[in-house]
């Protein structure tokens, strides 16, 4: 019954910024680490951020000093902040979600729909 909404990509120039947001919704649950993905034409999908419900956050070697990951906890909201866009940046990006569920206690994970983040040269 979880749900992720993806928002805030699109096309930005190269040294831009963007930040995407990922709302949850659906069955009571108890969020626990949140992450970001992305996945260019043609590569893998690769972990860009994560962050704990305690807050302790990990990046990418390629986004580190460049992008922040945050969360709201009164919204349940997750932030990506995205700052000196470069156009290798240019993917799908993911929200990622493991929670437990306070109606079944089953530790579960979920997925976006993505959001398009497109960096012109």
């Known amino acids: 019954q979880v749900q992720l909404v993806e928002s805030g990509g699109g096309l930005v120039q190269a040294g831009g910024s963007l930040r995407l947001s990922c709302a949850p919704s659906g069955s009571l649950f108890t969020l626990n680490t949140m992450a970001w993905y992305r996945q260019a034409p043609g590569k893998q999908r690769e972990l860009v951020a994560e962050?704990?419900?305690?807050?302790?956050?990990n990046y990418g070697d390629s986004v580190k000093g460049r992008f922040t990951i945050s969360r709201d906890s009164a919204k349940n909201t997750l932030y990506l902040q995205m700052n000196s866009l470069k156009s290798e940046d240019t993917a799908v990006y993911y929200c990622n979600a493991h929670f437990l569920s306070v109606v079944t206690w089953a530790n579960l994970e979920v997925w976006g729909q993505g959001t398009l983040v497109t960096v012109s040269s």
């Open positions: 962050i704990t419900s305690r807050g302790s956050t």
